[in-house]
Structures are given as structure tokens and as C-alpha cells.
């Protein structure tokens, strides 16, 4: 398949295919989670941000959008960018760790793509989750795993230099898409506190997946490649959540 990279093309041969690995964690996400939306539902996608994702128009951004798909698609951020997002019914501007602006029990499924990390008072987002969200519905997120590479050396990195790394291991990536990350709701046990298992029933499961902070070189995607592999789930890169709201639907 033209477009695809060197790397890929030599680490992931049955990427051209469809342009996808086999570890592709975008899609096993999102095939979870379309697993979980009907024709009817109304969905919130918090933390929608501008939509960079569907600045490419292959296969994995047509398969991760659900504008069309649901009965309505909402989406919300703490950037004013996502009023420009092409990929929602209706967005809305929130404050950080403010009341959402919905009332209680809105949303038969909430999803959030890459932004716990970012979450810095973990309570208050998780009870305005958990308020806004019908009995039944579902809570979905994908965000990077506390001891995996990526949170691993966002914390371990001084501030300063942290955007001439992104430039070196992810040079397509935009200034703007760079975000304060604390870590605060990355692991099972964070998850666990803030969404306790007397009013969630738990789903979520760690994941070991393609390196993506390695700008091209074959010796980093390795070396990223052997962290993963240590015989421990602990080390996985990326934490998923899926988390079913107690309660009759």
C-alpha cells in the first residue's frame, strides 16, 4: 500500500493490508467501543479537542468516527479548538474541573481518547463521569499506562526539553496537541478508587501495543519494542477503561 513507511513496512508486513498492524491500539479501542454504541445513542466525547485525528482520511479515521453512526455526538474540551472540530453534532467550551454543562444521567456511553493523563483532580472528574452518565451506560478511555514508555519518560524527562524529544520521536505532531499531563488516573488501582467497584462494574485491561515515540528508527522502535516485552503486565503501554455504570438502563 503506497504511504506507508519504511519502519512499517519492515516491522509490521501485514500492515499493508489495510494500513494497520496487527498491535494497532487505535482500532482495538475503538472496535471495543463501537461494540457498545447502537443507532440511537447519545455519546459524549470528552476531551474532543479539534479532531486531529481525522486530518487523514484512510481507514482507521473513518472507522473511529461516529458522527452518523450515533443519535447524537457530543463533544467537549478545555480548548476553545474544539468549536472547529468537523467530527461532532455539537461542542461545547468547559472550564477544567467544573460541572459539566449537561444534566444528570444525559449519555447512554461517554468516551475519552488520550486524556486522563491530563486529568489533574481525579475526583471531581470522575463524579461528573459518573453524574452525567445514564445506570447502564459505559465509561471508555484510552490513556497511557503509568510504568509504560510513554508516561514513564514524560515523568522522568525535565519540562524543557520535552518538546525537542516530541520533535525527535514525533515530528508530525503539532505544538497546539501538547498538553500538562499529571498521571493522576493511570493505572487498575487509580481507576479502581475513583470509579469503585460498588457503583462500576470494571472492564478495563492493560495493553502492550506498537511503538509510536520512536520518529522513524528502526533501533528505538526496538528498544521501546524490549521494554514492552519485560514479563510483566505492569509494563504495558497503554491502560484501557471500560467501565459499566451501575443501575437499571
Known sequence: MQGLSRLARTVCPEAAAGGFSRRDNTLAFYLRVTALIEPTSVVLDLGAGRGAQFDRQDFRS????????????????????VLTNPALDEAHVIAPDKPLPFPDATFDLIYSDWVLEHIEKP?????????????GGWFCARTPNRWGYIALSARLVPEGLQSRILKFTQPARKD????PKFYRLNTMEA???????????NASYTLECDPSYHGGRLWLYRLIDLYQSLPSRVFDTVLFVFLKKKGDA
Open 62 to 81: 473513518r472507522f473511529i468516527r461516529f458522527q452518523g453512526r450515533v443519535g447524537r455526538l457530543v463533544g467537549v474540551d478545555v480548548d476553545p479548538v
Open 123 to 135: 475526583d471531581v472528574f470522575a463524579g461528573e463521569v459518573e453524574r452525567v452518565l445514564k445506570p
Open 176 to 179: 497546539e496537541d501538547v498538553f
Open 191 to 201: 481507576v479502581r478508587r475513583h470509579f469503585p467497584d460498588d457503583r462500576f462494574d
